[in-house]
């Protein structure tokens, strides 16, 4: 079992600035990527960041350029610093976490979400 504990999310003005963190704990035996996706009422789940145990990352078009997503793998934590943040940043922020759990020798894969944040941005 793997868990993930969210944490960062609230209200902030645009043009300000939020950090997301994401914690995952429990029977983890490698992580191969972790991300952060969003849904906004009415709207389907997007991508906004991931990035894999090699540091390569990948960003959604709308918010290159303000986010950051960086992880410290000693502490299986993903963060997500966000940026000059506009009113359609506004959605549940979702960690997301893929990897491997288990002992060597008996390894399955895991795909983990969060419970989810919400990021308010007002006008």
């Known amino acids: 079992q793997v868990q993930l504990v969210e944490s960062g999310g609230g209200l902030v003005q645009a043009g300000g600035s939020l950090r997301l963190s994401c914690a995952a704990s429990?029977?983890?035996?490698?992580?191969?990527?972790m991300g952060w996706y969003r849904q906004a009422p009415g709207e389907q789940r997007e991508l906004v960041a991931d990035?894999?145990?090699?540091?390569?990352?990948n960003y959604g078009d709308s918010v290159k350029g303000r986010f950051t997503i960086s992880r410290d793998n000693a502490k299986n934590t993903v963060y997500l610093q966000m940026n000059s943040l506009k009113p359609e940043d506004t959605a549940v922020y979702y960690c997301?976490?893929?990897?491997?759990?288990?002992?060597?020798?008996?390894?399955?894969?895991?795909?983990?979400w969060g419970q989810g944040t919400q990021v308010t941005v007002s006008s």
């Open positions: 429990g029977s983890i035996f490698s992580i191969t990527a």
């Open positions: 990035i894999t145990s090699g540091s390569i990352t």
């Open positions: 997301n976490v893929r990897g491997y759990s288990g002992r060597i020798y008996s390894l399955n894969t895991f795909d983990t």
